[in-house]
């Protein structure tokens, strides 16, 4: 059974920086792309950075987040992580981790971790 679990998150000001892991078991990580959705209050869930499968050497990121947040992996590990810079108050949301192999839209969502950017 495949499980994600999220750590990390937490309450930061404006500007400062969090970075979010996610560790995955039950699978074998290079054939998954391994991404982050963000979900703020009274909003629908949104994407935020993905990096695809084997190696991750290809990664795409939301427009509202391009040049302030980097997604890595380590397949070795079964680990994917997002090093969010230069946060604002609008990147508060909670962050899920998610599997799927490329060309599904078979999901797998870890538990979520809150990120608070506040003064």
């Known amino acids: 059974q495949v499980q994600l679990v999220e750590s990390g998150g937490g309450l930061v000001q404006p500007g400062g920086s969090l970075r979010l892991s996610c560790r995955a078991s039950?699978?074998?990580?290079?054939?998954?792309?391994m991404g982050w959705y963000r979900q703020a209050p009274g909003k629908d869930r949104e994407w935020v950075a993905m990096s695809a499968s084997p190696s991750g050497t290809r990664r795409e990121y939301s427009d509202s987040v391009k040049g302030r947040f980097t997604i890595s992996r380590d397949n070795r590990e079964s680990t994917v992580s997002l090093q969010m810079n230069s946060l604002k108050p609008e990147d508060t949301a909670v962050y899920y981790c998610?599997?799927?192999?490329?060309?599904?839209?078979?999901?797998?969502w870890g538990q979520g971790t809150q990120v608070t950017v506040s003064s």
């Open positions: 039950g699978i074998i990580a290079s054939n998954y792309n």
């Open positions: 998610t599997v799927y192999r490329p060309y599904t839209n078979n999901y797998i």
